[in-house]
C-alpha cells in the first residue's frame, strides 16, 4: 500500500498544486494581488540559503509551492488508501496544509499567525488552500479506489449501524472488532 500511496500522493498533490494555482491566478487578476514570496523566502531559511530583499527568484518560489504540495500529497493518499475518502476527509487534509504552511513560515519567521492577518488576505489563502484540499483528495481518492476499499471502509460495511459506501464485501474481506 505504502508504494503505492507514495506515487499516488505526489500525482495527487501535484494536480492539486496546479489546481490551486491556476485559481490564485485568476483571483490575482480579478483582485490585482500581487504573487506572494513568502514560499521562497521560507525555503531560503530552511535551507540556509542565501536571501534576498524583495522579489524573490520564481524558482524557489516555485520548488517550494510545488515541493510542498506534492509531499503533503503523499499524506492525503495515505488516508485514501486506509479508508478516509470523500469530502469530510478533504476538509480534514485542508486544516493539515493549512497548519503545515504555518509551522514552516513562523518557525522560520517568515510569516505570523493567521489571526494576526488582515481579514481579506486570509479568507483568500483559506480560500485557496481549500481548494488545493478538495482537488488533491479528489486525485487521491480516485486513485486509491482503484485499489479497493481501504480498512476502514471495510470496517465500516460489517459493523452495524454504520454506514458504508463499499457495497458488500468478498468473503474473508471483512474487519472488525
Same mark, same amino acid.
Given at each position: 500500500?505504502?508504494?503505492?500511496?507514495?506515487?499516488?500522493?505526489?500525482?495527487?498533490?501535484?494536480a492539486?498544486?496546479?489546481?490551486?494555482?491556476? +485559481?490564485?491566478?485568476? /483571483?490575482?487578476?480579478? !483582485?490585482?494581488?500581487?504573487?506572494?514570496?513568502?514560499?521562497?523566502? !521560507?525555503?531560503?531559511r530552511?535551507? +540556509?540559503?542565501a /536571501?534576498?530583499? +524583495?522579489?524573490?527568484?520564481?524558482?524557489?518560489?516555485? $520548488?517550494?509551492?510545488?515541493?510542498?504540495?506534492?509531499?503533503?500529497?503523499?499524506?492525503?493518499?495515505?488516508m485514501?488508501? $486506509?479508508g478516509?475518502? +470523500?469530502?469530510? %476527509?478533504?476538509?480534514?487534509f485542508g486544516v493539515?496544509?493549512?497548519?503545515?504552511?504555518?509551522?514552516?513560515?513562523?518557525?522560520?519567521?517568515?510569516?505570523?499567525?493567521?489571526? !494576526?492577518?488582515?481579514?481579506?488576505?486570509?479568507?483568500?489563502?483559506?480560500?485557496?488552500?481549500?481548494?488545493?484540499?478538495?482537488?488533491?483528495? $479528489?486525485? &487521491?481518492?480516485?486513485l $486509491?479506489?482503484?485499489?479497493g476499499?481501504g480498512?476502514?471502509?471495510?470496517? &465500516?460495511?460489517?459493523?452495524?449501524?454504520?454506514? %458504508?459506501?463499499?457495497?458488500p464485501?468478498?468473503?474473508?474481506?471483512?474487519?472488525?472488532?
Open positions: 500500500m505504502m508504494k503505492r500511496a507514495l506515487w499516488q500522493g505526489l500525482a495527487a498533490g501535484t492539486g498544486v496546479l489546481v490551486m494555482t491556476l +485559481g490564485e491566478k485568476v /483571483e490575482q487578476r480579478l !483582485t490585482g494581488r500581487p504573487d506572494s514570496h513568502v514560499p521562497a523566502r !521560507t525555503l531560503e530552511l535551507t +540556509g540559503m /536571501e534576498r530583499p +524583495g522579489r524573490q527568484p520564481v524558482p524557489v518560489n516555485l $520548488a517550494m509551492h510545488f515541493g510542498q504540495g506534492a509531499l503533503l500529497g503523499v499524506l492525503r493518499s495515505v485514501a488508501h $486506509a478516509l475518502r +470523500g469530502p469530510w %476527509s478533504s476538509a480534514k493539515v496544509r493549512i497548519t503545515s504552511d504555518q509551522i514552516l513560515e513562523n518557525a522560520t519567521g517568515v510569516g505570523a499567525p493567521p489571526p !494576526t492577518w488582515p481579514r481579506r488576505e486570509l479568507v483568500v489563502d483559506l480560500l485557496h488552500k481549500t481548494v488545493y484540499a478538495f482537488a488533491t483528495g $479528489a486525485v &487521491a481518492d480516485a $486509491a479506489a482503484r485499489s476499499p480498512p476502514g471502509q471495510r470496517h &465500516a460495511a460489517v459493523r452495524p449501524g454504520r454506514h %458504508s459506501d463499499v457495497g464485501l468478498p468473503r474473508g474481506r471483512a474487519g472488525g472488532h
